[in-house]
């Protein structure tokens, strides 16, 4: 049996899972990216933890590359740059530092932009050549594909669609201080500041004026919407309406056939997607109008990070 | 010698162009749109003007296809559909009409994108594989190249650019009924549209206060603002701040290496080239900084549909 491994580097784990040409799981182990800051030793452990993953498989498997999905990180670099959320600063070039020890292929892509290529290999994109992914996770990451093929960008950071200012230059800040960003309204911790924005602005009873925004979860959010929450459901609608208009402007760039949504807060289910196809189809321009399907991942029980780094080195060998 | 025929299908007229492979014009023409309400009229007469063209040229030449670009076209579907400009209602199948009757290969493209080829093959795109084309005429039009392939969409309306809402829902309308479409900001039309914003809000002696709308052409903007007339020179910075910060905004979609600026509008130079690539500048997130070029077209003196259309053909043949 041939088998990839498919890396999710992210600033606390870092995760690894074995994957075959269809896309199934045959192990996987985490460990703590913290505790290297340094990149070397770092790399040591991820490719330690991968060799013993193979060797432990009940069958005999070839390993043949190693498919990393990480933030900030540069397909035509093969470098991670600039992180803010992983210790190792500046540019670091991943991909030749662990070829060198490995002899094996290895590629490196920003990890929502892998998520896509995952779905198209191994999950619900499959046989589609022009569709978006959207994770909503802490963040909101994009990954395009068009022609059938990654818009990579001209060196490696295509697809930075959290960061498209919607509010004019005005509104909340985001992580990368960019004022009016996507993420800071659509993603788990936007959905979290519309919460806070919501207590402000309305008087409604709700148990959210009882909970810390420190201590406040999504999947909290969820349950007081399932129980009729006033300000849970009006958050997930304020979510939904701002991120069915972004979305309806991304359409006009590249025409998807299918945009789908992946990533911790579509645990949220049709609280999340209902709003966000309704003001979609909305804002849509008449020519694209009923064109576009919005689609929940077909990988959500998975790791996207995982699957898509594991996608960079089957999509390859097809 | 091997020629295309590159044309230009406008609400008012028709341009024909017979191109060589190096992008050279040998010949052209042009006859009215609006005389042919009927579609197989127009294709009669768009095909006997080319070919009456290809035989008065003075040098013997095969002409070896014919490539269209349009309002409102589709590549995938060979077709315009719904132009707003022209006189064929709904669906019109353009490509196979046209096929049936002269034998050779046709392709129809929407007007911007096709310009986004023409640039890529004879223009100042050579050998760039991401790039953006920005048309700013009547309207804005975008074609996107991404991987060295232009972005069709799911059925070829990509690059609607100019109806990306910038405005949040509110702001000036579009043709196409967007409120805050780019396109009523950044174009001909938003030039005027803005000259009547400055003379509403400014006080400042202007002769623009001497010109009604409907006399009103950029051209003379440009002269006023030469002479340092303020309401031309505040319209010129107004529609480059907008069109700058939007321009960001599409770079986080597909990183491209550089943005042309093409159409009538480019012929007022750095009065629109500067408060632009300033504003574009300022609005980059940190990692694409310094790294995308604003350029003004390398076929500013050529028809960039004529061009496009042309490119059309001979793409397919490199």
């Known amino acids: 049996m041939k088998i990839v491994a498919g890396v999710d580097i992210g600033g606390t784990y870092t ?30 452990t ?11 498989l009940p069958e005999k498997a070839e390993l043949i590359g190693i498919g990393i999905g990480a933030p900030n990180a540069s397909s035509r670099n093969g470098s991670i740059e600039n992180a803010p959320n992983l210790a190792w600063k500046g540019s670091v070039p991943i991909v030749s530092k662990l070829q060198a020890q490995v002899n094996l292929p290895v590629k490196i892509m920003n990890d929502a932009s892998a998520a896509a290529l995952g779905e198209m290999l191994f999950g ?24 059938g093929q990654l818009i990579d960008g001209f060196d490696g950071f295509a ?10 230059g005005d509104g909340r800040i985001t992580g990368l201080n960019v004022k009016g960003g996507l993420e800071a309204y659509a993603s788990a911790t936007g959905l979290k500041r519309t919460v806070m924005h919501m207590l402000a ?19 909290t959010i969820t349950q007081l919407a399932e129980k009729g929450d006033p300000i849970a459901i009006k958050s997930f609608k304020y979510t939904g309406k701002i991120l069915g208009a972004a979305l309806a402007n991304f359409v006009a760039f590249s025409q998807p056939q ?17 709003p966000t196809k309704k003001y979609l189809e909305k804002n849509l321009l008449q020519v694209y109008k009923g064109k576009v399907q919005l689609l929940e991942s077909g990988l959500t029980d998975k790791n996207p990070a995982i699957m898509g780094g594991a996608a960079l080195i089957w999509n390859d060998l097809k």
Chains 1, 2 share one sequence.
């Open 46 to 56: 991820l490719k330690n933890e991968i060799f013993t993953l193979v060797e432990n």
């Open 15 to 44: 995760k690894v899972g074995l994957i075959d040409k269809q896309g199934n799981s045959h192990a996987n182990c985490s460990f703590s990216t913290k505790d290297y800051p340094n990149i070397d030793d770092y790399l040591d």
């Open 159 to 168: 697809g930075e669609l959290g960061h498209i200012d919607i509010m004019k």
């Open 258 to 274: 299918a945009i789908f949504l992946m990533g911790g807060l579509v645990k949220s289910g049709h609280w999340i997607l209902s």
């Open 201 to 219: 602005k309305h008087m409604d009873d709700s148990e959210l004026r009882s909970i810390a925004y420190n201590d406040l979860h999504g999947s």
């Open 124 to 147: 619900s994109a499959k046989g589609m050549t022009d569709f978006i992914a959207i994770t909503l996770g802490t963040g909101l990451g994009g990954g395009v594909v068009a022609n």
